[in-house]
């Protein structure tokens, strides 16, 4: 009994760790991408549209880390999109401040 809830606790670990890591390095990644696309002519909506393309994108490759996204509630997903933001947000920020293009 104690080692399924061993068990059950290290999955639930790597399943908030595999999420967290996807997330921020989509995040990062969106940021690299607005800013190889979009240069220093920073556009919202279109930057926006490229963050939210790589929300989306994340879905598969959880899927492919053996994630369940089905099992994901609406503060799964709110997650997801939070951190992919935070981390596209702060990136392009520091990108588009240093006048570095990539």
């Known amino acids: 009994m104690a080692t399924e809830q061993a068990s059950e606790r290290r999955s639930s670990h790597v399943r908030g760790v595999t999420v967290t890591a996807v997330a921020t390095l989509a995040g990062v990644a969106a940021a690299l991408a ?3 696309y979009l240069g220093s002519a920073a556009t919202d909506r279109l930057g926006l549209a490229i963050m939210g393309g790589f929300v989306l994108v994340q879905y ?3 899927q492919a880390f053996g ?3 089905n099992g994901f509630s609406t503060k799964d997903h709110l997650y997801v999109v939070f951190m992919t933001f935070s981390l596209w947000f702060v990136t392009w920020t520091i990108l ?3 006048g570095v293009t990539v």
Request: hydrophobic fraction near 50%; proline fraction near 8%.
């Open 34 to 36: 607005s800013s190889a």
């Open 60 to 62: 598969p490759v959880l």
């Open 67 to 69: 994630i369940d996204i």
């Open 96 to 98: 588009l401040t240093t």
